[in-house]
């Protein structure tokens, strides 16, 4: 708050340092910045959405791999899109504030060509029209190479099952009794897993099954020619498709590190919104 405060006369550097020395300090301390960041980004007042954005560049340049993992995932990505989309909050956000967010994401395009998916963002924004032109980057705008990532304490699946292998190997209760504990919550987010892949791919199809429709019809449109019924059908199916577009941005959201997964939403999110302009264009 201190780093971001709307009655700063200036810009807060010991603020914004302190921020960025915190966030390196915890475990836990990139995705809460990027919540806390993505929060202050959309903020109605201009001076501190700038602010916010000033403290997320200098973490960006400061704080190395683990915060460049956690804004390259689509779900803090996707908070940045939502600011500059005209579909979302990009109608009431000042031009300064999209034009800061377009030049930095622009600037880890360069700085950061490992991070694909902020690569993959910004070449959207540029197909959905948001980005007409690259924008001119200051000269201090590229990002230094990331310093070596330190080890995570918080184990991986392979970590998890050589804890699990060892505590059942043990005689102690409470061994046997985190061992029972541990087995629930792998299910448990296995169970999460494959009910979001299942939510995914539904969707896609959905989006697909109605893109394919809306395009043969469009595409066979003739003005005046063309039966009342299927005009209403063309319009109900455009209509469909224009709500498909917030469900996929949180879809794009919760798929967070799985490449293939968000390419395809992507990909169908492209089919969208190229149909949705046919349809705008012809009928």
């Known amino acids: 708050d201190k780093a971001t405060n ?21 475990l836990e ?8 960041l993505a929060h202050k ?18 973490c960006m340049k400061s704080c190395g791999k683990r915060f460049h993992d956690e804004v390259g995932k689509f779900r803090f990505l996707n908070e940045l899109i939502k600011v500059v989309s005209p579909k979302y909050l990009g109608s009431r956000t000042p031009e300064k504030v999209k034009s800061k967010i377009l ?4 600037s880890w395009t360069l700085g950061l060509p490992h991070e694909v998916k902020i690569s993959e963002a910004y070449q959207m924004l540029k197909k959905q029209g948001i980005v007409k032109c690259d924008p001119k980057l200051p000269d201090d705008a590229p990002l230094p190479p990331p310093p070596p ?5 918080i184990f991986d699946d ?11 190997k043990s005689s102690h209760p409470e061994d046997l009794r985190a061992a029972n504990k541990l087995i629930k919550e792998m299910v448990q987010e296995d169970q999460k897993r494959m009910e979001k892949i299942s939510k995914r791919v539904n969707a896609i199809e959905e989006v697909n099954n109605n ?24 319009k109900e199916l455009y209509q469909r498709c224009e709500r498909m577009r ?14 293939e997964a968000l390419a395809e939403i992507l990909q169908a999110n492209d089919n969208l919104t190229q149909v949705i302009n046919l349809y705008k264009q012809l009928v």
């Open 6 to 26: 709307p009655l700063n006369k200036d810009l807060d550097w010991d603020g914004i340092n302190a921020f960025c020395e915190q966030l390196n300090k915890e």
């Open 29 to 36: 301390g990139p995705p809460l910045a990027t919540r806390l």
């Open 41 to 58: 980004i959309q903020s109605p007042q201009e001076w501190e959405a700038i602010q916010a954005l000033t403290v997320l560049e200098t």
């Open 103 to 106: 030049e930095l994401m622009y």
């Open 149 to 153: 990532r330190p080890k995570n304490i």
């Open 158 to 168: 392979e970590e998890k099952s050589k804890i699990l292998a060892r505590l059942l």
């Open 211 to 234: 893109v394919r429709l809306l395009t043969e019809m469009v595409t066979n449109y003739s003005k005046g020619e063309t039966t009342e019924s299927n005009e209403d059908l063309m």
């Open 246 to 259: 917030p469900m996929l941005f949180r879809l794009a959201s919760d798929t967070e590190d799985n490449d």
